[in-house]
């Protein structure tokens, strides 16, 4: 009995240690901006006494069971990225399954999985579980020195133009205050003269005083 109990734990070890040995490691996640080009890594390992015919690399995207994308063997590209995958990878050589996306756009922001079948002895597929996330952002243009220039022009042709106009308003207020001095500097000399023409000059009446030798 004990010997059986051996014997299945060896087969279960066995059992376990191959089926780790058929990996697929994918980024968790990539950033990429938008018209420009990102690869999205893939390697994968099986064990070692396994030894493959023939190896296919498809990409499948949105979900583990989701839409095929890209594969090799069948030569398939999915009509949205058509002209716009390049396959990098080397799957005989590096066990590589390394794809580029090129021209990136919004829509392109998902999650991708790198999934590998092996024909051989036995068929083996196997693919990575959460997949590459792949996140898309706008690209972020820095103002060249001429536009910088122009900013830097334009602002400072608004704070002259404000400037002369508060010059011109001060001017005005300036016209406007001496205006008004002269005004009442005018009323003010009417208004003496019209004072002084209206003073009465008394004047002494002939014989009424004595002379001062008068007796």
Known sequence: MDSALCLILLYLSVVMINGADFTVT???????VVGYSIDIPCSFTYPETYKPREINIGWRRNQFHGE???SVSRRYTHPQYRDRIDFLGDPYQKNTGTIRINHLNQSDQNRYFCR???T???NEIWQNIPGTLLIVRELRRVPSPAQLSTSVTAATSERTGEDEEK???????IIRSVLALGMLAIVWM????LMKSR???ILPIEGSGKRPNEG
């Open 68 to 70: 095929y994308i890209f």
């Open 190 to 193: 009417i208004a003496i003269y």
């Open 120 to 122: 051989g002895v036995s």
């Open 26 to 32: 994918q980024p968790e996640s990539l950033e990429g």
């Open 167 to 173: 010059l011109g308003q001060g001017g005005i207020l």
């Open 116 to 118: 590998v079948e092996t």
């Open 199 to 201: 003073e009465v000059t």
